[in-house]
């Protein structure tokens, strides 16, 4: 799922096209909703709730102190959140060194890169001498850890942030048991042989267009399964899933 919140122009041919603003990738299988899109001169801001803990993702433009707007947006998100018994964590470039941050000044709690006393932030960028990008969060420690990445994309380092806080999922996976297409025990080997012969010269090989390995390779495993179905047909038998799931008629599971 891509969430985004952008400036939307367009040229003199009626094409529109984005100018800067914010894209968040979320995990198909990860609970996400967007509850609140800003963006203004001042910035950008993009307000996800993941069940039981919120997050902020925002850019913010250099501004004079005491003229941004984005700021108070984020408190008063902030005091949505708390009501809602939920933490809420801003993460971005904030182009506010932490110690200027009017959150931090207001009591929440600042997680940014630092050296090993704690004493000095490391700078953002990878030739610069400020600390811009960080989190500020109404939780103080414990379920946040944070660190640069060494990989260089641009301007700016790469700020990877792991959340312990539970969250919503959905299932992504289905398991089937294991279909075992082996000579049944009730036949005899040369049979068994002879009727899979059988109903292999009657398949159209012609049925697939060639060219495309994909497709081809789905047809050979459907052609094969209902060979061997129809095989289990002919000889009256119905072994073809393993032990356990016949015993326990477990045709599909659920994987976490």
């Known amino acids: 799922m891509c969430l985004a919140c952008l400036f939307l122009k367009q040229n003199v041919n009626g094409k529109t096209y984005a100018v800067g603003g914010l894209v968040v990738a979320v995990r198909l299988d990860i609970h996400a909703y967007c509850l609140h899109r800003r963006k203004s001169e001042e910035g950008e801001a993009l307000l996800l709730d993941f069940g039981t803990f919120q997050v902020v993702y925002l850019w913010r433009r250099p501004a004079e102190a005491g003229c941004d707007e984005l700021l108070t947006q984020l408190m008063s998100w902030l005091v949505l959140a708390s009501k809602r018994n939920k933490h809420l964590l801003s993460i971005g470039d904030w182009n506010l060194v932490p110690t200027e941050n009017p959150l931090h000044m207001a009591g929440l709690h600042v997680h940014a890169v630092q050296d090993a006393s704690d004493s000095r932030f490391f700078p953002s960028r990878w030739t610069g001498v400020r600390c ?121 599971a659920n994987c976490c």
């Open 132 to 252: 811009v990008d960080y989190v500020v969060s109404d939780v103080a420690s414990g379920p946040l850890s944070y660190q640069y990445s060494s990989y260089k994309l641009n301007d700016h380092k790469m700020l990877q942030v792991q959340m312990g806080f539970a969250f919503f999922r959905d299932v992504m996976y289905r398991l089937r048991p294991c279909v075992v297409y082996t000579c049944p025990e009730e036949c005899r080997l040369s049979d068994w042989k002879q009727t899979l012969k059988r109903l292999c010269n009657e398949v159209d090989v012609h049925a697939v267009a060639p060219g495309n390995t994909e497709l081809e390779w789905e047809w050979f495993n459907r052609i094969a399964a209902n060979i061997f179905d129809r095989a289990a047909d002919i000889h009256g038998v119905d072994c073809c899933l393993q032990d356990w799931a016949q015993e326990q008629r477990h045709f599909t």
